[in-house]
């Protein structure tokens, strides 16, 4: 009784998240794609050093770093981007744009820098 | 100290947007005005050094600074990188590249290198010296930014003056104190302004500029752990308090990525970004705002219903997988004996850490706490304007006022452990005492101008007035300028908006009288703007005095007046590191207490054993056994160690109390931590180390007692120790092992050298006639002589 007015409810819930994100623009879609990659890139990487042994250190640090560096920048793309966000109504989207394109330079002049 | 923007918030505002333009561009020339003497006068009052002395550096650590950018600009980048530095800690040598903060010496030799290739012929040691209070200039500048994000430009330039001329700020940044923490305060305080701007703005280009100054921060002081403690610290804060946004991410989850990476390029730190517990906070932070983050979003897609299912599935299942992930943690962290963390690091969190495992970071005078009245001598006026500045914060609370908040009460709390950090407090108190001063006389110049009795005739401006009186009946922060859509007469209005005092007539309406305003009495005004400012005085006597009387001392160079006003000087160091780079071989090695050891590289170029980096405690044991033993075991340490010359200070010839006896408690207790057979009891006559008469044998027979005080009854004839104040106990001695080769004028320095050993030995062989003294002796000691 209870349990199946749960796994309904578990249900429902899955159900109202899928629709409700149906419904959000292509363009925040394609960011998330992005990000979903990123963070699936570094979990393989962590993989493989559990595998095979985490020397050299800078290299699994550095590679690990820029996944995850480039999905929180992108994220912060998304909250720039993203129109129902009423804060950053004013800035344009080029703005975020080229702000995301510099960091994301930054991040990886230091990941060439640090790989070693 | 006011600046015309805090008498902007009167109620004499103008529609007129070219006007309102003008008195903007007008306000701003002369802050930027102001920005530019609060930067002369942060210059130049830590000039003082220079100018009662001479232009030299000061006290020891400054001067490894200075050999390290002298190696930099003489042999460029890459080789300092890779320096192995052997002449120090003989045998063991020491990686320079890898152990020491190179921002300063970058800095330095960036500064010397630019300058010299525009034609500007300036020494490396003229750069050194004037380091520190150029970026004094750029601390206050960031200051007047950080306060001006906080509150206002009004706050912004009274902050700065302060931390222009703050005393504790001055002692570690006087011309002349080459050291870490002169270019450390600048990023430490552009690093915080760069977050608080990312905070209000939510750019992506201001985190970036913020993880780039935070990156200058490691580089520069090993304090940065504090950075990317309070920044956690402060963003945990504003979630729990509900203030969770969108900004908030922006600021910090790429300040951690790219901090931590940017942290991990500086050698000195290295994997420590990633592997010590003082940046664990800041991971478990990065966690938990994300799913604050993921909470918000859900949140945000979904009716509120649903949401209520979501929390509760996820409620049971998250907790479940926090406890298993808390548990490896925790698991990991108590493996390790510290449980992760440095041993400066416990110092700062358990104050008595120090003292029970570590003596060395014990005797340090540095990391002694406070005592009350250096808390008035470093911060003065500012230990009380801090309160009033922490409640004008509450009034409103804003993100970035909460950070101030955190920043002076963890400060607080570290400076209470350790005085060296007396030096965090001091700009959490500046922008603190700014914002407290500047809403005081925003008030106060409020109450004043409403009252001030009559205005000739304009009763437009009376009634604009009077609107502006209803919109700003309350304490409003400096930036709330109420709106209003009357045309005014803009050129009165904009003659008052600067000036605070000027005569402002007004014709009072009988309405005016009906509504009340939260204005203090007129006279009452005026007199607390004029203590106001009296206190200001006081506090700029105050800076000035401690700058030059207290602060200015390069400890390198003694001074003292005589009775006829005359300046006797003691030059006494510089004597003897002269005498030693001139009379000895390039590759003679000196022992000597570790405090010497950075002046006698620099200034001797001769090898050390010990010097004050101190990463090597059994090392510096040995040492300090070798001085608490009898001469001839101190010999055969030395000898082993291919020691040629020993150098001691001696202050009792001129009541000079920063001497090797006074340092010696130091040298029996760090040795008798790692070498048992020195006894602290065996020195000590009723709990008090003596060297008069009273004094015991094992006291009057050490290395440190024989060369500080060979020969020293022929000063005087009856050896009195002008800094104990009494005669010693052993007048006339020889020495057996040592023969003395210089000793300054006013007996300050004193350098032995090693007698060789003896070609022919009479009687017995040494080795069998030791070893059966030993063997007796072990059966009645029990503990062992490693030398023997």
């Known amino acids: 009784m209870g349990r199946s007015s749960t796994v309904k409810e578990t249900q429902a819930l899955f159900q109202s998240l899928r629709s409700a994100y149906a419904a959000t623009p292509n363009n925040l879609k394609i960011i998330d794609v992005y990000v979903g990659f990123a963070v699936l890139t570094a979990v393989i990487q962590v993989v493989y050093m559990a595998v095979v042994g985490s020397f050299p250190f800078n290299s699994f640090l550095s590679g690990v770093l820029s996944c995850i560096g480039t999905a929180v920048l992108a994220v912060c793309l998304r909250i720039q981007v993203n129109k129902d966000n009423k804060e950053f109504k004013d800035v344009a989207p080029e703005r975020a744009f080229a702000d995301f394109i510099l960091c994301n330079l930054v991040l990886h002049l230091v990941i060439m820098n640090f790989m070693g | 100290m006011a600046s015309p923007e805090s008498a902007v918030n009167g109620p004499t505002m103008t529609a007129g947007a070219a006007s309102k333009s003008l008195r903007n561009a007008f306000g701003g020339v002369i802050a930027f005005i102001i ?67 190179p921002g300063l010496t970058l800095t330095a030799g960036t500064i010397w290198k630019v300058v010299n290739s525009l034609n500007i012929p300036l020494s490396v040691e003229t750069v050194c010296v004037f380091t520190a209070p150029i970026f004094s200039a750029f601390a206050s500048w960031a200051a007047y930014l950080l306060t001006k994000e906080v509150k206002g430009p009004g706050a912004g330039l009274t902050a700065a003056a302060l931390l222009a001329m703050v005393p504790s700020y001055i002692s570690r940044s006087v011309a002349g104190s080459y050291d870490n923490e002169a270019v450390a305060i600048f990023a430490l305080v552009f690093t915080f302004y760069l977050y608080i701007k990312t905070l209000n703005t939510g750019s992506l280009f201001y985190a970036t500029l913020n993880a780039l100054a935070y990156f200058y921060m490691v580089c520069s002081w090993g304090g940065y752990t504090f950075i990317i403690n309070l920044i956690p610290m402060h963003v945990l804060l504003c979630i729990v308090t509900g203030r969770y946004s969108s900004r908030l991410y922006i600021a910090y989850a790429p300040l951690v990525v790219l901090g931590t990476l940017l942290a991990s390029l500086v050698p000195v730190v290295g994997f420590n970004a990633v592997l010590t517990s003082e940046h664990f906070a800041s991971f478990l932070v990065f966690i938990i705002i994300h799913v604050v983050a993921l909470a918000y979003y859900i949140k945000g897609i979904l009716s509120p219903k649903m949401f209520k299912v979501a929390v509760t599935l996820v409620v049971s299942v998250g907790l479940a997988v926090c406890c298993a992930v808390i548990a490896i943690l925790i698991a990991v962290v108590a493996s390790s004996p510290t449980k992760g963390w440095s041993g400066r690091s416990l110092t700062l969190l358990d104050p008595t850490y120090a003292s029970k495992y570590i003596p060395i970071i014990a005797s340090v005078s540095e990391h002694q706490p406070p005592t009350w009245p250096s808390y008035f001598m470093d911060i003065n006026v500012l230990a009380f304007l801090v309160p009033a500045g922490i409640i004008a914060c509450f009034m409103p609370l804003t993100d970035s006022s909460s950070f101030v908040i955190l920043y002076i009460v963890t400060s607080v709390y570290f400076s209470g452990v350790m005085v060296r950090l007396m030096l965090v407090l001091a700009p959490a108190a500046c922008i603190l005492s700014g914002i407290a001063l500047s809403e005081a006389f925003n008030v106060l110049t409020r109450s004043i101008k409403f009252q001030l009795p009559g205005i000739a005739g304009n009763p437009s401006i009376a009634v604009r007035m009077w609107r502006k009186e209803n919109g700003s009946s309350t304490v409003v922060a400096p930036n709330d300028i109420p709106k209003t859509e009357e045309a005014a007469k803009e050129k009165p209005a904009k003659k008052n908006r600067k000036k605070e005092k000027e005569n402002v007539e007004k014709k009072p309406t009988p309405s005016k009288t009906e509504k009340r305003l939260l204005v203090l009495p007129l006279e009452a005004s005026v007199i607390a703007v004029l203590l106001l400012v009296l206190l200001g005085a006081f506090y700029v006597v105050h800076c000035v005095w401690a700058a030059a009387e207290a602060y200015s001392a390069p400890s390198i160079v003694l001074t003292s007046h005589s009775n006829d006003g005359g300046l006797h000087v003691f030059d006494d160091f510089r004597e003897a590191y002269s005498w030693l780079s001139h009379n000895t071989d390039v590759d003679d090695k000196v022992a000597s207490w570790w405090d010497y050891g950075y002046q006698t590289t620099a200034m001797a170029n001769r090898t050390v054993l010990v010097d004050n980096n101190t990463w090597n405690n059994t090392h510096i044991a040995t040492v300090g056994t070798a001085m608490s033993s009898p001469e001839k075991q101190a010999w055969e340490i030395f000898h082993s160690l291919d020691v040629k010359y020993v150098l001691v200070v001696f202050g009792g010839v001129v009541g000079y109390p920063s001497d090797d006896i006074n340092k010696f408690l130091w040298m029996v207790r760090i040795g008798g931590g790692v070498f048992p057979h020195i006894k602290e009891p065996d020195y000590l006559r009723d709990g008090q180390y003596r060297i008069d008469a009273q004094a015991t044998p094992t006291m009057l027979n050490c290395l440190m007692y024989k060369l500080s005080y060979f020969r020293f009854v022929e000063t005087d004839g009856k050896g009195f120790d002008r800094v104990r104040r009494t005669e010693i106990g052993k007048k006339h001695f020889k020495l057996t092992h040592f023969e003395e080769v210089f000793t300054t004028h006013h007996w300050m320095v004193r350098i032995y050298k090693l007698k060789p050993q003896r070609n022919r030995i009479r009687g017995k062989t040494k080795k069998s006639k030791s070893s059966r003294s030993v063997s007796s002796k072990r059966d009645v000691r029990g503990k062992r002589n490693p030398w023997h």
């Open chain 2, 35 to 101: 920005l530019v003497l609060i930067g002369v006068l942060a210059f130049s009052i830590r000039l003082f050094s220079v100018i009662k002395y001479e232009s030299v550096i000061h006290e020891f650590d400054p001067y490894f600074n200075y050999r390290v950018t002298q190696f930099l600009s003489k042999n460029g980048i890459y080789d300092f990188w890779n320096w192995f530095d052997d002449r120090t800690w003989y045998p063991l040598g020491r990686v320079i590249g890898g152990t020491v903060y």
